[in-house]
């Protein structure tokens, strides 16, 4: 597998993988929340979720499988697609590979959709940062996520599994604070949700769970 479009710029739209990466930044100054490694790895789930949301493939015993091969509406989701399509591969190799270029690639399609902007590195060692165009929309999918927790209100399986990729990835300890400050007893609705996950959104979560650890484990963050 060779890399998946990196200098494309896709348009942008509010999706799983979208609100994640936000989550996963400041909303102010865009400073990263994670290693490089396990963001890529929780973003990667998040391209894979948009897919299963859109009943495109179905994840089952660490494998992928297409069920509708038909154009996408999004680039980059539809670059996902056609390399899952090509290849047969576990559903780990899957995440490995596509969080190589994940936060690249979201970067851009949020840049496009005119949420960040691509700040240069300051000193040649250093990377560049993507930075939020308004801290208040940045914030907004938290903000969204803690109020449903707080007031008690139902989650659908894509707030649920979005649950899922911040646990999986220890995303949930930043996002989750002020749920956990004023609101303790909801956090219990958070295993709630996830209980009832779909299956292809259960093994979702678990394989990048066991990706994030694996990584951890070996030192590659």
Known sequence: MTGYGQNERPGGSDRLADEFFLMAHDESTGK????????????????LGELVVEARIELRQGTVTVLDSSPCDDALAG???EFLKQEE???RTWLAFFAQSAHDEVGWRLTSAG???????KRPWQHGRWVPVSPSVAARP???LCTQLIRGQDLDQRSAVLLGL???TGLDQPVLWEVRHTAPEAMRRVGEALSTLEASFAE??????AAVGSAIASHRV
Do not use: D, F, S
């Open 204 to 209: 979702l979560v678990m394989q990048t769970e």
């Open 115 to 121: 949420l960040l902007v691509r700040e240069g590195r």
């Open 89 to 91: 591969h576990p559903t």
């Open 79 to 81: 670059r996902v697609l």
């Open 32 to 47: 990263p929340r994670l290693a490089e490694r396990i963001a890529g790895l929780g973003l990667a789930g998040a391209l």
């Open 142 to 144: 938290t903000a969204l």
């Open 166 to 168: 911040l646990r999986a």
